[in-house]
């Protein structure tokens, strides 16, 4: 019984941790990733006086990231499932559960990747003129850690 009633706290552990990391994950993601109304967009719309051609540029190159991104989040949340999964099935650090975990990092590394890839999709976007205060307004955005 006593076998049972630490498998039992441990899974619990497990679960309170994987919620933990999903929820991270979560934040992270949408932390790092430029949403349409987010403070960089608004910051690069208040910075950059954008022609008719450039916010069209521009919504487009954002519809297709947003594709790229639901992509992406929906691997994460797979790769998050599996790792509940693999930790379920073994309450500790085994390589199960280091599979998994490597599988979440991947699809985290990717969503940042092709957050960054359509980051600079945008800055090309806009005509040369513009660029150096989409720069700033980015980098600034990025010291500050807004999204």
């Known amino acids: 019984m006593r076998n049972r009633s630490r498998k039992l706290i441990l899974a619990a552990l497990a679960g309170v941790c994987v919620g933990l990391l999903v929820f991270a994950g979560i934040v992270v993601g949408r932390n790092t990733i430029p949403e349409h109304e987010t403070d960089l967009h608004e910051m690069l719309h208040k910075a950059v006086p954008l022609d008719d051609n450039e916010k069209a540029v521009l919504e487009a190159k954002e519809r297709a990231f947003m594709a790229r ?13 599996e790792l509940a999964d693999a930790i379920a099935k073994t309450p500790q650090w085994s390589p199960g559960v280091e599979s998994a975990m490597r599988q979440v990092e991947a699809a985290a590394a990717r969503l940042q ?3 960054l890839i359509h980051v600079f999709e945008m800055r090309a976007g ?3 003129e ?6 700033e307004v980015l980098l600034e955005s990025l010291r500050r850690g807004a999204p």
Do not use: K, M, Q, W
Not at 69 to 81: D, S
Not at 130 to 135: K, M, T, V
């Open 69 to 81: 991104r639901g992509e992406i989040e929906a691997h994460l949340r797979v790769a998050n499932a």
């Open 130 to 135: 513009h660029r150096s205060a989409y720069d």
């Open 113 to 115: 990747r092709e957050t």
């Open 126 to 128: 806009l005509r040369p």
